[in-house]
């Protein structure tokens, strides 16, 4: 009786092992989940934060670029006029 008494605590002392394991596991993938998660996210804002400085700069420089245009079309307007 003894040796089937100990049979059962070991079988069940592995069953709660086997289940603390499966637990410990699946809480490491769930956080490791969550730090993929967050870095992606702080990798595309920081991506998207570039694009849009990108593109103030990119209409910074068009704008100059019309600015330009426009005093030179007033500037030769200027000489044509009599």
Same mark, same amino acid.
């Given at each position: 009786?003894?040796?089937?008494?100990?049979?059962?605590?070991?079988?069940?002392?592995?069953?709660?092992?086997?289940?603390?394991? &499966?637990? *410990?596991? #699946?809480?490491?993938?769930?956080?490791?989940?969550?730090?993929?998660?967050?870095?992606? +996210?702080?990798?595309?804002?920081?991506?998207?934060?570039?694009?849009?400085?990108?593109?103030?700069?990119? &209409?910074? *420089?068009? #704008?100059?670029?019309?600015?330009?245009?426009?005093?030179?079309?007033?500037?030769?307007? +200027?000489?044509?006029?009599?």
């Amino acid at each position: 009786m003894d040796a089937l008494k100990r049979f059962y605590q070991g079988a069940l002392g592995a069953a709660l092992f086997g289940a603390y394991h &499966q637990y *410990t596991t #699946n809480r490491i993938m769930d956080l490791n989940n969550e730090n993929v998660e967050i870095k992606h +996210k702080y990798f595309m804002d920081r991506m998207e934060k570039q694009e849009m400085n990108e593109m103030e700069l990119q &209409q910074k *420089t068009l #704008n100059e670029k019309l600015n330009k245009l426009e005093l030179l079309i007033s500037e030769q307007r +200027k000489g044509w006029s009599w």
